[in-house]
T-cell receptor, first 108, second 116 residues
Framework: LAKTTQPISMDSYEGQEVNITCSHNNIATNDYITWYQQFPSQGPRFIIQ???TKVTNEVASLFIPADRKSSTLSLPRVSLSDTAVYYCLVGDTYKYIFGTGTRLKVLA | GAVVSQHPSWVICKSGTSVKIECRSLDFQATTMFWYRQFPKQSLMLMATSNEGSKATYEQGVEKDKFLINHASLTLSTLTVTSAHPEDSSFYIC????????????FGPGTRLLVL
């Protein structure tokens, strides 16, 4: 199982783009990369999933370099409501291991 | 995305009693469901995995006789905390997936358990 490393916390201001990078040096060939968002006292919410290059949906983009040893979640123009913990998960959905996540605080 | 519900959203019980938490997939068939526990300021920890109609597989350190899991249908799984004690107070979250290893897990809103 690939272990992930993320910054423990980040601060940003409203309207800025936020990039959260996750390191996963031991990612396996078949592993996908999945990001979740969690608000206090709520279950995690799926944000985006990708395998390589770039994936974009209505809320975020996911950038994955060719070696796939890291990935970057990009949140465009964050608002106060984006304050949450963001988790990067790599591998088989049957064996998700949640790391510490990145605690993003958006400031006014 | 797919929707998962949990009931109750919070529960307070006396030490020694049992508590049942329901997890339902509302718009998809969850062939596999997962139960997690999360203590304050900590990350989610997987407790067990269950497939419909099969016995649950528990993670190391999780007492299967204390945390009874039933996955009777493709849309319902239950977690029963038997003889609950204050140290079992936590946030319990379920999730479900409908397909293979690359299928996304969809999480429920969680259940806050407080044992007095």
């Amino acid at each position: 199982l690939a272990k992930t490393t993320q910054p423990i916390s980040m601060d940003s201001y409203e309207g800025q783009e936020v990039n959260i990078t996750c390191s996963h040096n031991n990612i396996a060939t078949n592993d996908y990369i999945t990001w979740y968002q969690q608000f206090p006292s709520q279950g995690p919410r799926f944000i985006i999933q990708g395998y390589k290059t770039k994936v974009t949906n209505e809320v975020a983009s996911l950038f994955i370099p060719a070696d796939r040893k890291s990935s970057t979640l990009s949140l465009p123009r964050v608002s106060l409501s984006d304050t949450a913990v963001y988790y990067c998960l790599v591998g088989d959905t049957y064996k998700y291991i949640f790391g510490t996540g990145t605690r993003l605080k958006v400031l006014a | 995305g797919a929707v998962v519900s949990q009931h109750p959203s919070w529960v307070i019980c006396k030490s020694g009693t049992s508590v049942k938490i329901e997890c339902r997939s509302l718009d998809f068939q969850a062939t596999t469901m997962f139960w997690y526990r999360q203590f304050p300021k900590q990350s989610l920890m997987l407790m067990a995995t269950s497939n419909e109609g099969s016995k649950a597989t528990y993670e190391q350190g999780v007492e299967k006789d204390k945390f009874l899991i039933n996955h009777a249908s493709l849309t319902l799984s239950t977690l029963t905390v038997t003889s609950a004690h204050p140290e079992d107070s936590s946030f319990y979250i379920c999730s479900g997936t409908s397909g293979g290893p690359q299928e996304t897990q969809y999480f429920g809103p969680g259940t806050r358990l407080l044992v007095l």
